[in-house]
């Protein structure tokens, strides 16, 4: 996963501003202590920063891969 994926999954959950504040407040314990954005600064793997938010905001596993997205007709 790239960061912008991560990123896109963060805003679709959450709200394109809430996800920002979340990445920049929420400690994730398994990343040492820090929060989501810290990690991705200091070049942890986008897809486990993004599994450890789900679980500490239960985010159901249905919607952890992301929302459908549908080409327009």
């Given amino acids: 996963m790239r960061n912008s994926d991560f990123w896109?999954?963060?805003?679709?959950?959450?709200?394109a501003g809430y996800a920002h504040v979340l990445a920049d407040d929420l400690v994730l314990p398994g990343f040492g202590g820090r929060t989501a954005?810290?990690?991705?600064?200091?070049?942890?793997?986008?897809?486990?920063?993004?599994?450890?938010?789900c679980e500490m905001q239960e985010v159901p596993q249905s919607r952890r891969l992301g929302r459908d997205v549908k080409p327009p007709r």
Wanted: charged share 40%.
């Fill in 8 to 15: 896109r999954l963060m805003e679709d959950e959450f709200g």
């Fill in 37 to 53: 954005a810290r990690a991705l600064r200091d070049g942890s793997d986008p897809r486990e920063v993004w599994l450890a938010i």
